[in-house]
């Protein structure tokens, strides 16, 4: 039997425990948005993070654009958010319009203020096997949801699909810092097969059904699905389907809500560290 790693019952403890931080705090954090273009389910989780933020008592503000801002728009937005000491941390909600080049935007958001951990130097730390001053959301949701099912990670062989800045190289990199032995597998990887054969832990964040019946794994594998898409008929799927390993972190209820649930914790952790500075 198949044991779920429950996502949404997690982000409920945690929500519980963040609000009862929260209602002690007399200046609460605010978290500033920016979503920009027409992206549909950008919006949808615009929306979502917005929300969560009002109910657990934390500020929020969203700054869109249309498809057609400029790059430099959005770095004087973030550079005037940088300024404004009541802000206490920034997002910017990917993918941007093509025109604009991602990196240079997210490395213009203060280090301090970079709740995502996406800046360079964030990543960079991260890298060098030091503390950003926070972890980017999705990994660090992964390995909250590991840890509260005592899943071991010390040792074992965790392969990794996919290779973004967002999931695969983060959650690639906290793994190792975990001791784990980390395959990364991407577009290109010949044999897959094979690898997820000889694997204890599957990270797949790839967006395409890409785990399914005709893999063969370990008795004891865990699998994450991170991915999440559309198909034709508009259903949602993840990347992992028709297949039973001994524990599972399903799409949907498993990755999405620990997101959240870590952009939250990141919130709260960067604004406390802030007050302190
Ligand atoms: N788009 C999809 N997931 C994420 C995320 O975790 N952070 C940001 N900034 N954009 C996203």
């Not at 979502?48 to 934390?58: D, M, S």
């Not at 695969?168 to 001791?179: C, D, S, T, V, Y």
């Not at 395959?183 to 990887?189: A, L, R």
């Amino acid at each position: 039997m198949t044991k779920i790693l429950d996502g949404k019952n997690l982000r409920d403890k945690i929500f519980e425990n963040l609000k009862t931080k929260l209602d002690k705090m007399p200046i609460k954090p605010t978290l500033a948005v920016i979503l920009a273009g027409d992206d549909s389910s950008s919006r949808i989780y615009v929306n979502n993070k917005k929300k969560c933020a009002e109910k657990l008592g934390i500020n929020s503000i969203v700054i869109e654009y249309p498809v057609n801002v400029t790059e430099q728009e959005i770095i004087t937005k973030i550079q005037e958010l940088n300024e404004d000491d009541k802000i206490t941390a920034i997002l910017v909600q990917l993918p941007l319009p093509k025109h604009i080049d991602k990196l240079k935007v997210i490395d213009t958001i203060s280090p301090k203020k970079d709740v995502d951990g996406l800046t360079t130097y964030n990543a960079g730390k991260l890298f060098s096997g030091e503390k950003p001053y926070v972890y980017p959301c999705t990994p660090k949701g992964i390995l909250l949801l590991l840890d509260e099912y005592n899943i071991e990670i010390e040792g074992k062989h965790a392969v990794v699909i996919g290779r973004s800045n967002l999931v695969g190289k983060p959650i690639a990199q906290m793994l190792l810092q975990r001791n784990a032995t980390v395959t990364m597998c991407h577009s290109h990887t010949k044999n897959l097969a094979d690898i997820i054969k000889t694997a204890d832990i599957v990270v797949s964040a790839v967006g395409k059904n890409v785990v399914g019946e005709k893999n063969i794994i370990k008795n004891n594998c865990v699998i994450v699905d991170v991915g999440i898409f559309r198909d034709e008929a508009g259903k949602v799927r993840g990347d992992v389907e028709n297949i039973s390993p001994a524990y599972l972190s399903p799409v949907p209820g498993g990755v999405g809500p620990m997101t959240i649930a870590s952009l939250m914790l990141n919130t709260v952790e960067l604004f406390l560290f802030n007050k302190t500075l």
